[in-house]
């Protein structure tokens, strides 16, 4: 499957709505200032390298206008959903109609993903998701080795082509909001890059640097919510320090970066109740292998009998070693 898009300006913006086992909703939105204009287009799929599936369609249908611009809604029935095991992939074809000719279009392949949060856990089409992930550089191809592996490739500042290629193979991807350089990122472009991954069922969670959690506002939290789809945006907390007084608006879970053969601060066994991604980046090379989340989940487990008790009040959401 090739997947293309096609951007004019006034641009298109693809929104994933409520889903659940009968119907999901794919809204298109359009900014048409001053212009007489509507929407228009079709969804169609699924299709998946390893099912076969009857295929099934849904027409756009225009809402109107409003103040945020011009909306359309596709309404699917008994809609086939993503997962690392079934990929599933719709074709969204849309176009924007003003004076009887074309003046925006966008082609893509999207995704439908039940996923989110429930207590201190990760939850995927109804069962506990423990991520296990592993380093992966933004160039690389070999996404059906990482997902026979039974791994998430965590990296940074994911590119489009290796998204659309997780999406079709079933890779999960846990996309950081750090360029590749190792720079940092102000909120109004971390929010952009919300934006773009959501896009993509493969980005299960986005992780955001200690860096750019204190530029939060509440536009950009606001923003998060109306843009992330199902996707878990994660703040990353050092482990060394006790943890945070509470949870940023907008941020669904922590990941809780550890120093190399260091556990945790004490104080995180009084952790907020909202999920805990363990986060261990290697001193040397990347580890690339399961091996390292692990040692990691083995290590985690006896700091948490260490203070005497017989079993965990809690238990860690996943593990990444990279």
């Excluded at 703040?235 to 260091?262: F, K, W």
């Excluded at 292998?289 to 009998?305: T, V």
Aim: proline share 9%; with cysteine; charged share 20%.
């Amino acid at each position: 499957m090739e997947a293309r898009e096609i951007a004019a300006r006034p641009p298109l913006q693809v929104i994933l709505g409520p889903c659940d086992d009968m119907r999901a909703e794919v809204f298109v939105r359009a900014s048409a200032p001053g212009t007489v204009a509507r929407l228009e287009g079709h969804l169609a799929g699924p299709e998946c390298r390893r099912s076969l599936t009857l295929p099934a369609g849904a027409t756009l249908g225009d809402l109107g206008s409003s103040g945020a611009g011009l909306l359309a809604r596709a309404v699917l029935t008994e809609p086939a959903f993503w997962t690392p095991e079934l990929p599933n992939l719709y074709l969204l074809s849309a176009r924007l109609v003003a004076a009887g000719r074309t003046v925006a279009e966008a082609t893509r392949w999207i995704g439908l993903r039940r996923s989110g949060v429930r207590g201190r856990s990760l939850w995927l089409e109804g069962r506990r998701w423990v991520p296990r992930g592993v380093a992966c550089h933004p160039d690389a191809q070999d996404v059906e080795t990482l997902r026979a592996a039974g791994v998430a490739a965590v990296v940074r500042d994911p590119p489009d082509p290796l998204l659309t290629a997780a999406d079709e193979a079933g890779l999960a991807i846990i996309a950081v909001a750090e360029p590749a350089d190792g720079g940092t990122s102000p909120a109004d472009t971390v929010v952009e890059r919300i934006r773009g991954w959501a896009m993509h069922p493969s980005v299960m969670v986005a992780i955001l640097p200690e860096s750019c959690v204190p530029s939060l506002d509440a536009e950009a939290a606001a923003a998060f919510r109306r843009l992330k789809g199902t996707m878990i945006v994660a703040a990353v907390a050092c482990g060394a320090s006790p943890p945070p007084g509470g949870v940023p608006a907008g941020i669904d879970c922590l990941c809780v970066a550890l120093d190399a053969g260091r556990p945790p601060h004490d104080a995180w066994r009084e952790a907020p109740p909202v999920p805990l991604l363990a986060w261990r980046r290697s001193a040397g090379d990347a580890v690339t292998d399961r091996s390292g989340c692990d040692r990691l989940q083995a290590e985690l487990a006896a700091w948490g009998l260490a203070a005497g008790g017989t079993h965990r009040p809690w238990d860690w959401a996943g593990y990444l070693a990279t």
